[in-house]
């Protein structure tokens, strides 16, 4: 059974930064996409970034292209979120996703999910 587990996350000043991990158990199989995600308050749970296995190929929402880094080291089973110059809109519960069967960019696609990490971000 496969298990994802963030952790990293916590309180930070705007302008700080924060990097979330997310440690995989329980693969049989390899060479899938991955994904960070987040929940601000009240809000649906929106697209952050995906990689795809290598790593070669990223992508980003808009509102954190250039501040965020996803990354993963697959030796590891560890997927990265490096967050800088965070902003309170950063502010909800980031969770990593791993084996999307359709749009990265999509919850729907992903099959497995960890159970978030809150990150608060205040002003």
């Known amino acids: 059974q496969v298990q994802l587990a963030e952790s990293g996350g916590g309180l930070v000043q705007a302008g700080g930064s924060l990097r979330l991990s997310c440690v995989a158990s329980?693969?049989?199989?390899?060479?899938?996409?991955s994904g960070w995600f987040r929940q601000p308050p009240g809000k649906e749970r929106e697209f952050v970034a995906a990689t795809s296995w290598s790593g070669g190929n990223t992508f980003y929402a808009d509102s954190v292209k250039g501040r965020f880094t996803i990354s993963r080291d697959n030796a590891k089973s560890t997927l990265y979120l490096q967050m800088n110059s965070l902003i309170p809109e950063d502010t909800g519960v980031y969770y990593c996703?791993?084996?999307?069967?359709?749009?990265?960019?999509?919850?729907?696609?992903?099959?497995?999910w960890g159970q978030g990490t809150q990150v608060t971000v205040s002003s």
């Open positions: 996703a791993e084996d999307p069967d359709g749009s990265w960019r999509d919850t729907v696609s992903y099959r497995y």
């Open positions: 329980g693969h049989t199989e390899s060479g899938f996409g």
